[in-house]
């Protein structure tokens, strides 16, 4: 093994000019860079108050050293912590020094990447370490925290031995055809099946939570012209946003905002008024609206007074699985209260967006709709990819009930068998190289 060209170094952290700035260093030579730059051999676990120097002895800065030995570190692998002031020139020439000595640069991600492939983290941890640093809420920020501690993990390592318990029994049964009790028809072996299902659809639904989480819920306000669609995104942005006036049609193009209510990060998507115009510009803005409607996890469909029935055409644009609220904008314009009910399936929010009254309740309504099914207190962080992957378990499940039903056992073993590897994927047992590199390329240098 080339031991310098398997030493890396990188800036983990700077916090500015006032704050404290970290390089870390994993890899066979890091005890000896180490020493280096101590004058001394390091002792394991400590922290040593340490002059930085560099090849001339010059003083580069001064603070403190940590050795982790291997195994008993994040990567796994020996580790120093060089932890000095937070100014970028000082820390870049930690990080020159620290070349010069043996290490090479790190790769976006290679210290998580190394603590994945020592064990020391699975997938769907070590994605969890990205998804924490990216969290633009405090409620993503505890979600990646559950996952980084194996919450997601353990559900899906619970559903792997599931998917084994019914294997072998499926598979006990094909060879030992001989056996005059029908082993394949067994109303235990049915139970286990349902269970399987249940468990699937139940760990399905925590992902697609997680990650609406994760990225946001994409909640598009659509309506007829002057209903207050825009003024409700500048409510909800607590800013003034979106040009609001008296003109019918005053927005023409897709309006995005990235904010954050109740601790649920949003991306607000304001859209033009749907109706049949002759205008140019203003079709081409309805169309992009019902384009922007179809990719939408939540839709706000807003309308006012005199006219407060919703477009049935809007109702048929929202894609499959897409929430909806009702939102009945204007009270301030009569003797309304603000309130909630559920009608039809519906939730229906009363609120004046220009004044601000009831906008707490589409705020708290917002919010248990992305807890959809599980209280935030149980919620982990998810991804696309994991979402994708359980979808094709589960149809691989649903593929084998089906050849159970139709006694034909070795078809439901396979199924089965495709629905394992797919379970496998969330964690890292069965990953291909192409996906990983994708993943922790998308990670911060030092992580």
Not at 175 to 198: C, G, H, K, Q
Not at 359 to 366: C, K, P, S
């Amino acid at each position: 093994m080339n031991a310098a060209a398997d030493t890396i170094a990188a800036i983990a952290t700077a916090a500015g000019h006032a704050g404290i700035g970290v390089v870390r260093i994993s890899g066979p030579l890091a005890p000896a860079i180490a020493a280096q730059l101590l004058g001394r051999v390091p002792r394991e676990r400590h922290a040593h108050w340490a002059s930085f120097a560099d090849r001339d002895g010059a003083i580069i800065d001064r603070g403190l050293l940590l050795y982790f030995a291997a195994p008993r570190s994040y990567t796994g692998e020996h580790v120093v912590e060089l932890q000095a002031h937070g100014n970028p020139l000082l820390l870049g020439a930690l990080l020159a020094r620290s070349f010069e000595l043996g290490a090479r640069p790190a790769r976006a991600g290679e210290f998580t990447e190394r603590a994945f492939l020592n064990g020391k983290l699975d997938l769907a941890q070590a994605e969890a370490v990205a998804d924490l640093i990216a969290s633009t809420s405090q409620t993503a920020a505890r979600a990646a925290q559950r996952s980084l501690d194996g919450e997601f993990s353990r559900r899906a390592e619970a559903l792997s031995a599931q998917l084994v318990r019914v294997r072998t029994w499926i598979e006990a049964a094909i060879d030992f055809p001989e056996e005059e009790i029908d082993f394949l028809a067994a109303p235990a072996l049915r139970a286990e099946m349902e269970a399987l299902r249940l468990a699937l659809d139940d760990l399905l639904a925590a992902a697609q939570r997680g990650v609406r989480l994760t990225d946001g819920l994409h909640v598009v306000i659509v309506g007829r012209p002057n209903v207050g669609k825009s003024s409700l995104l500048n409510a909800l942005a607590a800013g003034e946003r979106a040009i609001v006036t008296e003109i019918a049609g005053t927005t023409r193009d897709v309006l995005r905002e990235s904010v954050t209510v109740n601790g649920i990060a949003l991306t607000l998507a304001d859209t033009a008024g749907l109706r049949d115009t002759d205008d140019v510009v203003e079709r081409e803005g309805v169309r992009r609206a019902r384009a922007e409607l179809a990719r939408a996890d939540l839709a706000l469909l807003v309308c006012a007074p005199p006219d407060e029935s919703v477009d049935p055409g809007l109702l048929s644009a929202l894609p499959a699985g897409a929430t909806r609220i009702i939102v009945h904008n204007k009270i301030d314009l009569g003797a309304q209260a603000p309130r909630i009910e559920q009608r039809n399936g519906n939730s229906h929010v009363w609120l004046s967006a220009r004044s601000g009254i009831g906008i707490d309740l589409l705020a708290a309504e917002l919010q248990r709709h992305a807890h959809a099914g599980e209280g935030s207190e149980g919620a982990f962080s998810a991804r696309a990819r994991h979402v994708a992957a359980l979808q094709r378990a589960q149809l691989a499940c649903t593929q084998a009930a089906s050849a159970l039903a139709a006694q034909q056992g070795e078809l439901a073993a396979e199924e089965l068998r495709q629905a394992q590897h797919a379970i496998g994927e969330l964690t890292g047992a069965f990953t291909s190289d192409d996906l990983l590199g994708e993943i922790f390329a998308s990670f911060c240098i030092g992580k």
